[in-house]
């Protein structure tokens, strides 16, 4: 049997069917055979792409935005980007290379700090950042309170958190959970497992029909929390596949927005190839915009990723890059931004939103 598996079981013969929420926790985090402590590939040879791997405009127009919210703050001698799950590293690469060419006096004034819970692809991020001096590794919880002027963003990190699936039953709102049974991972169905998803269900303004699942995401609200204290003043970017949940859950989406992706095929069984595969779920940005004003950050702007990008004149800056590679080069880099930029395609899928802290 895989360890992973026997690990969660004995977890289960010993304290009852689990939450989706800890099942999903272990099967990603666990520290020795979670999907993410262990070294993946993202990209053509791993299980899925992120923005940073299709394209380094991406990178670049981010650069662009991060410089003119910086531009926002109050004069301060040092700036701080805090970058949470960078993935390889790839994506903080064409930020500070980026910063370097647009920005070079902010060069000697910005640190540039990772938070990454995998040992492993922190391994792999120093080896790709090698070339850039100031960059360092803290957790969040290594950081004091207010001690970040400048921003905290992530890239498909919301959306990777563990979250509770629950399932409306007739007038009752029940808990989806995992047990073992037979030889496998069965799901059943209990109790709310926290008293804190009342809280968020009685703020829910999109109505559900009888035996419709939905995700809540607890784990972000925690996120916000903690990121809202690091701040003294800036602001927090989040770029994620996800949608406000008016749209997001639907009757049409009865099963909810689980996802799983194993060598870029999709589907939707996350009792399977257990620590093998990614697990996902869609971003709820209501629940972050709500949660953010609980917290003392404000909405300053939430866009799709596709216009996020047209508003940083990707296509000029396209249109140079293809004029200064010529042939081949031009026309791949062409064939790779379309899918960041064709409408309906994953620019609409994916979102940015930016909150802001002021320092008062």
Known sequence: MIPLVEKIRHRIQREGPLSFRHFMDMALYDPQWGYYSRCREIGPRGDYYTAAHVHPLFGECLAKQFLSLLRELSATPEVTIVEVGAGTGRLAADILESIERMA???????????????????????ENLKPFSRVTWHSLEQREAASVTGIIFSNELIDALPVHRLIRQGKHIRELLVDWRDGQFHWTIGELTNPRLRDVLASWNAPLEDGQIIEINLEACQYLQRVATLLREGYVVTIDYGDVRSRLYTPERGRGTLRCFYRHLVHDDPLVRVGEQDITTSVDFTLLMEWGERVGLSVVQFVTQRKFLMEQGVLDRLAQMIDEGRGGAGLASLLSAKHLLMPGAWGDHFKLLIQRRSCD
């Not at 006096?105 to 910005?110: E, H, K, P, S």
């Open 104 to 126: 070079p006096a902010l060069t000697g004034r910005l640190e540039y700090v990772i938070a990454e819970r995998s040992p492993a692809l922190q391994q792999v991020q120093r």
